[in-house]
């Protein structure tokens, strides 16, 4: 029985009506990678890339950065694999990299805003994705708390920037690129966002946090940090939609995402694809396996 389970996870998982939906996990280390690929998962929806730049004194020079994207990624084969860049600051402070303390961190400096200031730390992720992904076509770079069309078409500069100084180019490194939908002012204009984004890709725990404005840490507040708040259920249905509009997938990798109760909600929202912690996939898969999208 035990030698079924383990087959049927790393098994496709098809619905009732006989759609494929890519259940992916979420990663924070090369370690994770081997328990994953042994869990089922096809693919990673999530990379959080904060483990190379925490626990050192020094943050990680490019050529460790590409060597690292590079084993992650070959490890995967043909899976795609969806590296966030840098996503520090609010709650996850750095050793090396000094930041001022704010009076409202999660509404601060945060995720790519602190690293569309700091033009050589980001700059220096991009490179070592692109060189990544000249060599594993499976990377997709991935950007947390985008909030304006504006912060996204400054960052697409800097990968066409970061392309011609390597002397590649879109077809001997092709890389597509997503964004986080997490904020607010993301649903609000996702429509926009969707024109120059190749995935959207929810994050629920701090589209929560943000929709409901609700400290996703704080427990006096943590009825209303809840993803299956109607405010939230339509703000996930908008960004779908809104995916569809422009014809890009919308997957989900937030907590959201693992929860089989609400599994055949997402799937019939529009999520195509579900990205969740490794211990979790077998049961989503089998959820997805007993629905049916009409
Ligand atoms: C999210 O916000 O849902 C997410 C996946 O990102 P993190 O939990 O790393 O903020
Ligand atoms: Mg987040």
Avoid: W
Wanted: charge should be negative; include cysteine; charged fraction near 25%.
């Amino acid at each position: 029985e035990q030698a079924e389970a383990a087959s049927k996870a790393m098994e496709p998982a098809i619905t009732l009506d006989g759609v494929h939906f890519p259940v992916q996990a979420n990663i924070g280390s090369f370690e994770d990678a081997e328990k994953v690929i042994a869990a089922g998962a096809e693919g990673v929806g999530l990379m959080r890339t904060e483990f190379l730049f925490q626990s050192r004194a020094e943050l990680p020079d490019e050529q460790s950065q590409y060597e690292e994207y590079k084993r992650i990624a070959a490890a995967f084969g043909d899976h795609p694999i969806t590296i966030r860049t840098l996503d520090v600051g609010g709650d996850k402070p750095l050793e090396s990299y000094p930041m001022e303390a704010e009076e409202n961190p999660f509404l601060g400096h945060r995720g790519v805003r602190m690293c569309l200031a700091d033009k050589k730390l980001f700059s220096t992720q991009i490179r070592a994705l692109i060189r990544a992904a000249a060599e594993q076509p499976n990377i997709q770079m991935m950007i947390p708390m985008i909030s304006t069309v504006s912060e996204l078409k400054y960052c697409k500069k800097l990968v066409e920037e970061a392309r011609e100084e390597l002397g590649l180019s879109h077809s001997n490194a092709p890389m597509n690129v997503g964004i986080m939908i997490e904020v607010p002012s993301a649903v609000l204009d996702a429509d926009n966002l969707a024109a120059e984004a190749d995935f959207f890709s929810i994050g629920t725990n701090d589209l929560t946090q943000y929709v409901m404005a609700a400290d996703r840490g704080n427990p006096k507040v943590s009825e209303l940090v809840d993803y299956t708040q109607p405010a939230v259920l339509r703000a996930i249905r908008m960004t779908c939609e809104a995916g569809k509009r422009a014809g890009i997938p919308v997957s989900m990798c937030g907590e959201m995402a693992g929860d089989t109760q609400v599994t055949e909600l997402l799937l019939k929202a529009g999520i195509s694809k579900l990205s969740a912690s490794a211990s979790l996939l077998p049961a989503l898969k089998e959820q997805i396996r007993q629905t049916s999208l009409n």
